[in-house]
């Protein structure tokens, strides 16, 4: 079986929910999203032509509405950053934000991050790939819905650069625990650390975050490299 038919629809890095895109964001997408998006196609990328420069290449699976993408680009300008979303708010939303603070090391994907993964990212080509604060599904008859699963996993390892790491959060214990043993069952991956890693400080604090730490709610941050090949 191919990886690509291995791959066809088991799950999706996204559930389309209704929601309002602004007058703002629907303006930036209509006038920056060809300056900075990526049309999605069936074939591989060349990445260093999409940003104009070699740098190395940072992924980001589902960036929400933006902030932390946008604030992790301006602090790491020796390294580009492609997002993939789907929700057009967030999208508008980190077009304006790469507008107002002149970010240039950002790039976007507005597709399903399976369908970018298997055809348009060639393996052995990413420096680092992030998943921050994916929906954790909480109830037990929609954890299939959840992003982080084995084939998606083995599919992003697969695009990481030998020593490439993989940073995930979320505020969830239960999918806490899920993430950190399907990252653990994956053979390419290792832990950095014996179990959950302490937050790095090249992940910023969302406001989302800060309000649920003052609640008491905990954050988990996991973060496996690649293991070099043999």
Not at 47 to 60: N, Q, V, Y
Not at 63 to 68: A, D, L, V
Not at 169 to 182: G, P, R, S
């Amino acid at each position: 079986m191919t990886e690509e038919s291995e791959m066809h629809r088991p799950i999706r890095s996204f559930v389309l929910r209704t929601s309002r895109t602004s007058n703002a964001q629907r303006r930036a997408v209509d006038t920056l999203l060809p300056q900075f998006g990526i049309d999605y196609r069936p074939e591989r990328l060349d990445l260093d032509a999409a940003f104009g420069r070699h740098a190395p290449k940072i992924l980001e699976i589902g960036f929400g509405m933006g902030e932390t993408t946008a604030a992790v680009a301006q602090a790491n300008p020796e390294q580009d950053f492609l997002g993939v979303e789907v929700h057009t708010p967030g999208v508008g939303n980190l077009l304006k934000l790469i507008d107002a603070d002149h970010i240039a090391n950002i790039r976007i994907i507005q597709h399903d991050a399976v369908e970018v993964l298997t055809h348009m990212i060639a393996p052995d080509t990413l420096a680092g790939a992030h998943i921050f604060f994916p929906d954790p599904w909480p109830k037990k008859r929609h954890h299939k819905r959840r992003l982080v699963q084995p084939p998606l996993v083995h599919l992003l390892t697969s695009r990481l650069a030998p020593g490439g790491y993989l940073h995930l959060a979320t505020d969830w214990d239960e999918y806490a625990q899920q993430m950190l043993a399907v990252l653990s069952a994956e053979p390419a991956l290792e832990n950095t650390v014996a179990d959950f890693a302490p937050r790095p400080p090249t992940r910023p604090f969302t406001k989302f975050e800060e309000r649920g730490l003052r609640l008491g709610h905990g954050v988990w941050d996991l973060l496996f490299r690649r293991r070099a090949a043999p």
